[in-house]
Each structure stands twice: as structure tokens, then as C-alpha cells.
């Protein structure tokens, strides 16, 4: 099964949060990452859910988000949307005489060499989760001491107008 990123938006209230995500973790879906960040909407917390199940299954679970009392809305991302992305922050060991190879190694990842100093150097790289994977793969040998990584980041497809066409960004009636 491939990854399905879904996303929500759901009251800042307590309890409908609390129902949503006890409905997430009820379905008993592999759920590959989640992420909370305030909705477009004030007084709204957006959630991104990452997960690995049939489209049926992701699509039920919408579905049924979209019933619960709080949830404004649920979206299932197209399997043509473009990719979700992660970011992860890695703090590796200094780098002393390797500086050169961990630089060399940092532009390999297609990372940002964020700070370097006597205590070690801090490294960000940003992509969809094999991306980020392959990416700290790559700088293992310089030794990693500490990660974090964000949960997807992702925006969904905005939705097509009346007679079909998508709305491209120099037009200026977004709502």
C-alpha cells in the first residue's frame, strides 16, 4: 500500500480534536506521520495525516470525519497531487579535518548546512520521505547525533472551477 496523505480541519475545542483523532487511531491504519498546525481558519487546527491503506479506506475515513460534530472538513489528497514534504534537522559530530567530504556529502543530499562549530554542525534537509531518508543516509558516516524530523507538509490540489478550469495563481478572485 502506498502512502495516502489526508488532511482536516477541525475546531481548536478540545473534544472535537480529541474525536477526530480517536477516529483516526480507531480505523487501525498505518499511520506514517501526523502533524497539528493552526487552520486557515481562526479558532481551526489543521491536521495531516500520512498514511498506508487502500484509497477505500482512506476514503472512509474522511467520510466519517466528515460526519463528527467540529470537523469543518476532510480531504483525501489526489494520487496525482503533488508529493507532501518533510523536513528533517540532523545535528552531526564536528566536523574537524572531514569539513571538505561533509561538505561535499551536504550537497549530494541536496541539504543546508545550516551551523557548524566546535560542537558539532547542524544540517537541514527537506523532501519527500525517501528524499530525507536518503539524505541522512548519505551523512551517517559523519555521525549523526540527534534528529528531528516535522510530519508531512503538504497543501491540497485547490479544486476546479464550474466549467472545469483550475484557478492559476496570477488569477486574483481566490477566496
Excluded: H, Y
Excluded at 470525519?65 to 489526489?78: E, T, Y
Excluded at 545535528?91 to 548546512?113: D, H, I, N, S, Y
Amino acid at each position: 500500500m502506498t502512502p495516502t496523505t489526508m488532511s482536516f480541519v477541525v475546531d481548536e475545542a478540545m473534544i472535537p480534536l480529541d474525536r477526530a483523532l480517536g477516529m483516526v487511531r480507531r480505523r487501525n491504519l498505518r499511520i506514517g506521520s501526523l502533524t497539528l498546525g493552526p487552520g486557515q481558519v481562526k479558532g481551526t487546527t489543521r491536521v495531516v495525516v500520512e498514511v498506508a491503506a487502500t484509497p477505500a479506506d482512506v476514503e472512509g475515513l474522511a467520510r466519517q470525519l466528515r460526519k463528527l460534530v467540529g470537523v469543518r472538513d476532510a480531504v483525501v489528497d489526489a494520487a496525482d497531487a503533488p508529493p507532501g514534504r518533510q523536513l528533517a534537522l540532523a545535528r552531526l559530530r564536528p566536523a574537524g579535518e572531514r569539513g571538505a567530504a561533509l561538505l561535499a556529502a551536504v550537497a549530494r543530499a541536496g541539504a543546508t548546512l545550516l551551523e557548524a562549530g566546535p560542537e558539532g554542525c547542524v544540517v537541514q534537509v527537506i523532501g519527500t520521505v525517501p528524499e530525507v531518508r536518503r539524505g541522512l543516509t548519505l551523512l551517517e558516516p559523519f555521525g549523526i547525533l540527534d534528529t528531528a524530523w516535522s510530519g508531512p507538509v503538504a497543501l491540497a490540489a485547490p479544486a476546479p472551477r464550474a466549467n472545469g478550469a483550475v484557478p492559476t495563481s496570477t488569477e486574483d478572485d481566490w477566496s
